[in-house]
């Protein structure tokens, strides 16, 4: 549809003042919302992040890319999100240590609010201490969700299941796994309870474990 390659073509771009409008005039021709993350942004990105592999874009373009899938995010958010706020508990959920990304972690946080979770979000680059610290604070907590995108920085998501698994509140929590270089396999070899590819299914599994 003509109003989704106007979004991707405007997150590729990277322009966050013409993005919002782009969103709200997709949806207005009848997009499907699901379909304007999927198709128009995600997909954005993947040809961004391929063409900084290819040297064709540096950082500073897949910042501003960043940036204007954030802006369009907010405009599509009302139309993802179902409401019923905090009535199946509460999630933590954060970008390992060394990694930035927080474009996949927010989508996440966003689909488990709009499922019926509390969401505390600790950010992006958090120390596995601050996991921890964070049940501790908040020990209704269900499940603890860590976002990790970077080959360099799966270390640092083995180091904090690790932390979890060891710690003495590890059997009243599920952990959750994701980011694009995570699979399966590799969840499994950690130790977390579950890996999803996506946000929307991230925040069905959650609610699967939750109950
Ligand atoms: C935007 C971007 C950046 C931005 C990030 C801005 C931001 N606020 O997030 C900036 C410019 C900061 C950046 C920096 C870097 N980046 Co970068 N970046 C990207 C890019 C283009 C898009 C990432 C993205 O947002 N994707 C869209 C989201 C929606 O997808 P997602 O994050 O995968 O999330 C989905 C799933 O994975 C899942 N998910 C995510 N988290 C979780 C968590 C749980 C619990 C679950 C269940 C599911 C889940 O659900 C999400 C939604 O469906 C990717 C390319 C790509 N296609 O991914 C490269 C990419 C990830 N970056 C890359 C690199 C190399 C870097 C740098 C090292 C570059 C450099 N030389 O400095 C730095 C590292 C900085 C750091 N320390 O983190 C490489 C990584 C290669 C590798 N093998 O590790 C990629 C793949 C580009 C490439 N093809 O080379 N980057």
């Known amino acids: 549809m003509a109003g989704i390659q106007e979004v991707y073509d405007l997150v590729v771009k990277g322009k966050s003042k013409l993005i919002g409008a782009a969103v709200q005039e997709a949806l207005d021709a009848g997009c499907d919302a699901a379909e304007i993350l999927n198709k128009g942004m995600i997909g ?5 992040g391929e063409k900084f592999k290819n040297g064709e874009i540096f950082v500073p373009e897949m910042l501003i890319a ?13 139309h993802l999100a179902s409401g019923d706020q905090g009535a199946l508990g509460k999630v933590i ?7 930035l990304h927080d ?12 499922t019926g979770f509390e969401v505390i979000d600790l950010g992006v680059d958090v120390p596995k201490e601050k996991f921890v610290e964070t049940y501790q604070a908040n ?3 269900k499940i603890i969700c860590c976002s990790a995108l970077l080959t ?25 796994v994701g ?5 399966q396999a590799f969840a499994d070899e950690i130790g977390a309870d579950a890996y999803t590819e996506d946000a929307a299914s991230a925040a069905q599994k959650a609610k699967e474990l939750a109950s």
Not at 153 to 176: E, G, H, Q
């Open 44 to 48: 954005a990105m993947d040809e961004v």
């Open 66 to 78: 960043a940036k204007a899938m954030k802006k369009g995010v907010e405009v599509l958010k009302p």
């Open 93 to 99: 959920i954060g970008t390992v240590a060394g990694d």
């Open 103 to 114: 474009i996949g972690k927010n989508l996440v946080a966003m689909m488990m609010e709009s």
């Open 139 to 141: 020990p209704d907590t």
């Open 152 to 176: 360099t920085t799966m270390p640092s998501l083995k180091d904090t299941v690790a932390l979890l698994n060891s710690s003495d509140f590890r059997s009243n929590i599920k952990v959750m």
């Open 179 to 183: 980011g694009a270089p995570i699979t």
